[in-house]
């Protein structure tokens, strides 16, 4: 498969498998969605399902792309299994639906890096009219989507990769020197509190299911975007400590990126904590009153290039999901990477565009009725997202771990595992994923999605 082109070492491969898992869902997800899920509960929650179920699936997404050297729908095909290829399509499918929403938010961030660089702090305060503006928002959006479609049509170069391994360090540093900035601040052990001690009584069915679609968006799971890293990957790699690597460093970054927020959230809460509803504006409204409390050039210069390298994990992040889309037509259709990632990228900005207006300049798309339901009002961005993150990516991830425990089978998983991991035989991980993979993984799975589909649809209270 030498024409496919590849990941250049094992560092190279996992620089860009963790380069697509932290991203936007680290820093912009992940306190959102702690924030509107009651703190500490759902952190636990977050943490047992990024380790105990999306460990085995990402295993199991790289072993099938490995072995089969083929996109996320070809994959199926190449392992003699074709009538199961509509998995892979519904995972091309979530990728486009993810990136169109992905690349709004991406471009907001992008002209946060101009506005908090131009010392203008008040943005913060003036989120909506920021976000209204979708002529000079939308532009970003552009722009960065061009970028993305670049650096895909290139291939899988050994730019991304070099660029991975000196940037993401460069973020981690900024962001710890954040917590500790943040953890001196008065009231900063009210926030603190919030993230870190779990209030049992606030766990809820919302929790369990907005923690697992967190987790499966945040890890890139679900949709066959590390299938088809996986098909890049060589055979000497070893799968097993690759993918444990890859977990820890995106669970890592949305931990201290927690740690960062929180404290912060305390301060200007007075310890009171109201402000933490959530909400997708949480970063870019709180991150720039942090800014604006150091002040001054510091502050801008700090802003700038906080929302600068928050762009960078963005891009590692979209590349790979317009690469799911973009390697299907490659392979299946025979398409040129050079047209099938321009291509792509022109739709999905396209499709995007609902997201785009939908945060204060169209009414419709702002307040916009969920699933035919007049009480369920939403912006079209969170709606899409939830649908995404809370639907598809779990339901792929638990058609994915089904179809290679019991279609392909537990053998041909572990035959591929070994290779490359001589103490897999003999190890802990494969007797876990004799019990994870066929039994575990898909029957948690399905139970938490059919009952999404009962409240979502049906109304049903758990
Ligand atoms: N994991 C990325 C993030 O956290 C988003 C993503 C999801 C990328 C699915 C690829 C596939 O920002």
Redesign the pocket.
Known sequence: MASRGGFSSKAGFIAAAAG???????I???PYEVGAGGGAIFVLVYLFFCFVLCFPVMITEIAIGRKSGRNAVGAFNALGHKKWNFVGKIGVL??IL?LSF?NVIAGWAFGYTFQLGSGNFAVADNFTAFTSNVFEVGTYGMLFMIATAFIVSKGISGGIEKAAKILLPTLIFMILGLVIYSLFLPNAMSGLKFYLLPDFSKFSFNVVFNAMGQA????????G??ITYGSYVGKNDNIVSSAALITLA?VGI?FIAGMMIFPFIGYISNGELTGVGGGPELIFVTLPQIFGSIGGVTGSILGASFFALLCF??LT??V??LE?PVSYLVDEYKLTRTKAAWLMAGIVYIIGIPSLVGNGYSEYFTEFIQYFNAETKTNFLSFVVNLANDSF?PLGGCLIVFFAAHIWKKENIDAEISIGAPNYEKSFVKKYLSIALPYLVPILLATIFIMTVLVTFFGVDF
């Open positions: 697509s898992a932290v991203g936007l869902g680290n912009w997800g992940f979530s990728g993810i992905y499966f968006f945040s890890l890139s799971l679900g949709m975007a590390l995106d949305a994990a963005a992040s979209t790979s999901l799911v990516l």
